[in-house]
């Protein structure tokens, strides 16, 4: 089974710029999430979704955060501008209900660094 | 939502078992516990859940006493592999609209 996906695994952008992240989650996992992991410190969740609709926001920066789930499957974060406090590592997580439990599976994440 | 306090970080060496415990002594009556493994430059990795009493698998062992406030992590045996930051987390299943929040972790690190 293949894992979650994600790209890029680097990014390196100046601040006051925009980038995205993509991740194609678990075939078959209904819920996806995005967390921002700083150095040192657990996860965060930002976004979750429950097939395309979203679920919970409410640690989402939408002043300058957006993230979509286009059909249900794979998803886009998006962050316009950057600031330098968005250094982080973007970590994408799916999961399958079924009626209990809390197993997620994570992909590798994507390093990002704002200069 | 149910806090948890876990030790920032454990030593131990090759070859022990190693007990992480975690304290969640708001948790709710549908809550489980659940732990992750995240090694670094990786994902987190689901190791174990349990919702009462003692979950045993390949990897490790989750005891749960009665009154549920606490869980501990049981490592079998640890390696100098199982380096890495372990993460306890409480709340609903995932079905519903949970919040999901990682502590900071256990930082353990096996020495030979």
């Known amino acids: 089974e293949a894992g979650v996906a994600q790209s890029p695994r680097y990014k390196i952008i100046e601040k006051r710029q925009s980038v995205a992240f993509w991740c194609n989650p678990i075939?078959?996992?209904?819920?996806l999430y995005w967390y921002q992991q700083i150095l040192g410190q657990g996860p965060k969740l930002l976004i979750q979704f429950q097939n395309n609709g979203v679920v919970d926001d409410s640690q989402l920066p939408k002043d300058r955060f957006s993230a979509e789930r286009l059909k249900g499957v794979d998803s886009t974060l998006k962050i316009q501008p950057a600031k330098l406090e968005d250094s982080a590592v973007y970590l994408c997580?799916?999961?399958?209900?079924?009626?209990?439990?809390?197993?997620?599976?994570f992909g590798p994440g994507t390093r990002l660094t704002v200069t | 939502l149910a806090k948890t306090t876990q030790p920032i970080s454990m030593d131990s060496y090759e070859g022990q078992e190693v007990n992480i415990t975690c304290s969640h002594n708001?948790?709710?009556?549908?809550?489980?516990i659940t732990w992750y493994q995240q090694f670094p430059s990786q994902g987190p990795r689901f190791i174990i859940q349990?919702?009462?009493t003692k979950v045993t698998n390949e990897v490790a062992s989750l005891f749960i006493p009665a009154d549920r406030k606490s869980s501990t992590l049981s490592l079998p045996r640890v390696s100098l592999s199982d380096t890495a930051v372990y993460y306890c987390l409480v709340g609903p299943p995932l079905s519903s609209a949970s919040k999901i929040i990682f502590g900071s972790g256990t930082r353990l690190s096996i020495r030979p």
């Open positions: 349990g919702y009462k």
């Open positions: 075939s078959g996992h209904a819920t």
């Open positions: 708001n948790i709710a009556t549908n809550d489980y």
């Open positions: 997580a799916s999961s399958f209900i079924a009626g209990g439990g809390n197993e997620q599976y």
